[in-house]
């Protein structure tokens, strides 16, 4: 855990409810599928953030807004100093990947997916992306997935884009080496029911500080009982219990 | 050159600065955000008999000015708390630290304290007579005179260590429930714990904690905890160590003047991993600017 003070560069809308920011700041020690915790005014308890992508001092954020704290955050201009705890939860392990790992991610599950699906591709993986949404309006990150070489997939509840229904309709007949997955719960559980493979998943809890004191985000696994902010977000497929 | 050291129960502090159980682990994690043996003491995650989960989640609420919790008293058991825990807090640091001590009945109150009572790390037992999060236990022994009253007593029966019991705030008459402690043998008081609160959704009209109820702490309760300090430091003869909402310098010196001997910082840890730490920096500059040279001077200065 590291306390670092970023700097706001860019705040844009991508998509409808979803914003994408870029900070400056100490980067260091970030992997793919980690999360940062954010100071914000007048609110008490910090707003985990998951990391999208890095580079160099530059991180981004793609989130959605869901309450005051990501409604606070969309406003924000460039020049906005904020306090970040970073280098927090325990990430994707890359070297699981196998040679043709498939990344899936659901909704504002799919920027957690980025950094890894970069990384994976510049370590010479064949890598392919399935993303989930529910309908057009909600699709981002098509363009920079693509602009990576990924096999890009898209899977939208309503048809009207890619694949008609969810990502486990986009997953048949590919054969993964394993499985990096971040999404919405019943998300989750489906590409675990539909793959043989081994894997990694991110879950989501509401925590308290972030960073693995207060116990607030635990969960039982079958190695014993895990915080989701520390030992998690991404817990290893064998793990998990429904 | 200002003094903060303090004498608690018979241990001298360095300062009276202490992690509040619950939101500092078992300390070693937060040994890589900074040096934990500038801390006074370390309030250890409350320890049971058996291991515990805890309550289902969602079981973190925020609130105006702090949070809500309905933890339950996650822990592993006091036979690994011993076993695994104590001697990773013994690599990085060298203080006596205080075990926070649950239970369901007396006998499992007794059976932790005399377990931990044994180990070599801990200087003070911290009985938890509070925990709004537990049914059948806990705050139900801390919200009844009789019942504090037999739990500190068998405890300090088995004991030989000085025995800090932490007491509810949401009872009707909290100085009946300190002086049924003290008379019982307590060797120092310690308020207090969470308020019992609860937060709703709007959009699905449910509560956001699964168990419905949670222990409200933060700076908002801060008020309340020094009112009850005040009120049973006047009325007992054992030192008090103040817990409540405390998130700066100041606070610690507002608590003091209520009449705590020590301090207890809980949820401001949370959202500041070093706030300890920070507020620990800070005593020298806040007691020259009121003219203190002696915290322990201050101890109940409010009259």
């Known amino acids: 855990m590291k306390n670092v003070i970023f700097e706001v560069l860019t705040n844009k809308k991508i998509a409808k409810d979803v914003m994408e920011m870029t900070l400056r700041g100490d980067t260091s020690g970030i992997n793919p599928g980690t999360f940062v915790n954010i100071k914000l005014d007048g609110l008490y308890l910090r707003r985990p953030i998951s990391v999208c992508n890095?580079?160099?001092?530059?991180?981004?954020f793609v989130y959605k807004i869901v309450g005051v704290g990501t409604e606070q955050m969309s406003l924000m201009d460039a020049g906005t100093k904020l306090d970040v705890l970073t280098q927090l939860g325990n990430g994707y392990d890359l070297d699981n990947a196998g040679d043709n790992p498939v990344l899936i991610g659901g909704g504002v599950g799919v920027?957690?997916?980025y950094l890894a699906a970069r990384?994976?591709?510049?370590?010479?993986?064949s890598v392919t992306v399935i993303m989930g949404f529910n309908t057009k309006d909600e699709i981002f990150y098509e363009e920079e997935f693509k602009a990576l070489g990924v096999d890009l997939r898209i899977a939208t509840v309503d048809g009207s884009v890619g694949t008609k229904g969810f990502v486990t309709d986009a997953l048949k007949r590919l054969e993964p080496s394993y499985i990096y997955t971040c999404g919405p719960e019943p998300m989750l559980k489906a590409v675990y029911n539909a793959t043989s493979c081994s894997g990694e998943y991110s879950f989501e809890e509401r925590m308290g500080c972030g960073f693995g004191a207060c116990m607030g985000c635990s969960c039982k696994t079958k190695y014993g009982n895990k915080r989701i902010c520390k030992e998690g977000p991404v817990l290893k497929k064998e793990e998990i219990i429904w | 050159m200002v003094n903060t050291k303090v004498n608690l129960m018979g241990l001298t502090l360095d300062n009276p600065v202490i992690p509040a159980s619950g939101t500092f682990g078992f300390g070693y994690e937060f040994a890589d955000v900074y040096d934990i043996n500038i801390l006074g003491s370390i309030s250890l995650k409350g320890t049971t008999k058996e291991p515990r989960f805890g309550n289902p989640t969602p079981r973190i609420a925020e609130c105006e000015a702090g949070l809500i919790n309905s933890v339950g008293l996650q822990n592993p058991g006091v036979d690994k708390v011993i076993s695994e825990e104590l001697p990773k807090l013994r690599k990085v640091y060298n203080k006596p630290a205080i075990a926070n001590c649950g239970g369901f009945s007396i006998e499992e109150y007794v059976e932790v304290c005399q377990k931990l009572d044994k180990c070599p790390e801990i200087g003070i037992l911290e009985v938890n007579i509070s925990c709004p999060n537990v049914h059948n236990g806990g705050m139900s022994f801390g919200t009844d005179p009789k019942a504090a009253y037999e739990v500190v007593k068998a405890v300090k029966a088995v004991t030989t260590k000085p025995v800090l019991v932490k007491l509810s705030p949401n009872v009707t008459d909290i100085v009946a429930i300190a002086k049924a402690c003290e008379e019982a043998g307590a060797d120092g008081i310690c308020l207090i714990n969470t308020l019992l609160g609860m937060r709703i959704n709007l959009k699905n009209r449910q509560p956001i904690i699964a168990n419905k109820m949670g222990g409200f702490s933060g700076p908002a309760?801060?008020?309340v905890a020094v009112r009850m300090v005040y009120q049973v430091a006047n009325a007992v003869n054992i030192?008090?160590?103040?817990?409540?909402?405390?998130?700066?310098?100041?606070?610690?010196?507002?608590?003091?003047?209520?009449?705590?001997?020590?301090?207890?910082v809980g949820a401001e840890n949370l959202v500041n991993p070093a706030a300890c730490r920070d507020i620990i920096l800070d005593l020298p500059r806040v007691m020259e600017k009121y003219g203190i040279e002696n915290l322990s001077d201050i101890i109940g200065g409010c009259k």
């Open chain 1, 54 to 60: 890095l580079e160099d001092d530059v991180l981004t």
């Open chain 1, 119 to 125: 990384k994976l591709v510049e370590a010479g993986k």
């Open chain 1, 111 to 113: 920027p957690p997916t």
């Open chain 2, 221 to 223: 309760i801060f008020p």
């Open chain 2, 239 to 264: 030192p008090v160590v103040g817990v409540g909402g405390v998130a700066t310098a100041e606070n610690v010196i507002e608590m003091m003047l209520a009449g705590a001997t020590a301090v207890q």
